[in-house]
């Protein structure tokens, strides 16, 4: 559902930061890294989204009974599940389709295993790649959920949280594979998922601890900078890639990331200052789920169209290029895949809302 930007509960700050994590994710698919070398795209541009869902898990604090979490937890857990089906088989048939124009397969095509549990560990269509994303923010929310409630129900003093969320990281940077290597099958998930845990813990500790605390000016802004600088040339080794389960076995995983989303806040609080107008803004904010999930397949149609326009006929293999003449594109594929993507998830969530109201009356 769509937040009403004057809701108390809607967090401009929180949104505009949702708003560069994203277009950060659309640069680096186009070959640029947004955040240059001193604070590097891969490095914030995912963590920054688990932050900000540990930052709203605030009201797990409200909750007495384990009947009470287990309904607010599966209730998110059911919407990005929901949302993940969803793209999964629009993206099967996206992807029948492509296979019966060029000949070509884009990933596998369809079968019962890949169309349902099977996708959870491997998701079997090039084109849906991102919303890998989708499933692990629904694992990753309800063990969160889970764990801070047990945690406070057992008495276990504040001071150890993040001990114990630290544990988890350095468990994923242990059994991650050598040399930034890929891991996969349940591996790649329990690596995500301990550091998706990690990262949520970050922001839930930032809403409940830090916030109040934290001052937005220069002085903290340039000292972040300056740290985040000193860490990126101690250690060259530094990127992440939660995607692929990708880690450097240093400890710049636990350090780099939550700096750089810091300094991220820092822009997103600036330039919500900035800004008269945000209506726009908002809307995209609200919208980054379905961004994430459609970017790729908004830049293929984009680029389709392009193609229909520059070329006299099409042949197979430049359907199945990656961005044709992205040199002179490049901006259009940005920008116009956000949009796109953007009305694509204005458009499923009213037709979501007319369901709902359906059924509800029924």
């Keep these: 559902m769509i937040m009403n930007s004057n809701s108390p509960a809607f967090n401009r700050v929180m949104n505009f930061a949702k708003i560069l994590g994203i277009f950060s994710i659309v640069c680096s698919h186009t070959g640029i890294n947004i955040g240059g070398k001193f604070i590097p795209s891969s490095c914030w541009e995912v963590p920054i989204f688990f932050f900000i869902s540990g930052y709203f898990c605030s009201k797990i604090d409200s909750f007495n009974s384990w009947q009470d979490l287990i309904k607010y937890s599966l209730g998110k857990v059911s919407k990005y599940l929901g949302w993940f089906y969803f793209y999964n088989t629009f993206y099967a048939i996206i992807t029948i389709i492509i296979y019966h124009i060029t000949g070509n397969y884009w990933g596998n095509l369809p079968n019962l295993r890949n169309l349902t549990f099977g996708a959870l560990s491997y998701i079997s269509f090039g084109i849906a790649g991102p919303i890998w994303f989708l499933e692990q923010l629904a694992i990753s929310f309800f063990l969160f959920c889970l764990i801070i409630f047990a945690l406070k129900n057992i008495k276990i003093k504040n001071f150890l949280y993040p001990t114990i969320f630290s544990l988890l990281a350095i468990t994923a940077i242990l059994i991650s594979g050598d040399n930034f290597e890929e891991s996969f099958g349940r591996i790649k998930i329990l690596i995500r998922t301990c550091i998706s845990l990690y990262l949520m813990y970050h922001g839930y500790l930032f809403k409940n601890f830090l916030e109040k605390k ?108 990656n961005m044709w003449k992205i040199d002179i594109f490049r901006w259009l594929y940005i920008i116009g895949g956000i949009i796109l993507s953007v009305n694509i998830g204005v458009l499923l969530e009213k037709l979501k809302q007319i369901i709902e109201r359906k059924l509800n009356k029924q």
């Design 214 to 321: 934290y001052n937005y000016n220069l002085l903290n802004f340039f000292f972040l900078v300056i740290l985040e600088i000193f860490l990126i040339y101690l250690y060259p080794h530094h990127d992440i890639s939660l995607s692929q389960a990708r880690l450097y076995h240093n400890i710049t995983t636990l350090i780099i990331p939550p700096i750089c989303i810091y300094i991220i806040l820092f822009l997103a609080k600036a330039i919500t200052r900035l800004i008269k107008n945000q209506r726009f803004l908002d809307i995209l904010g609200q919208n980054t789920l379905h961004i994430m999930a459609n970017h790729v397949f908004s830049m293929f149609i984009i680029q389709f169209i392009l193609l229909l326009i520059f070329k006299s006929s099409l042949n197979q293999a430049e359907i199945m290029t």
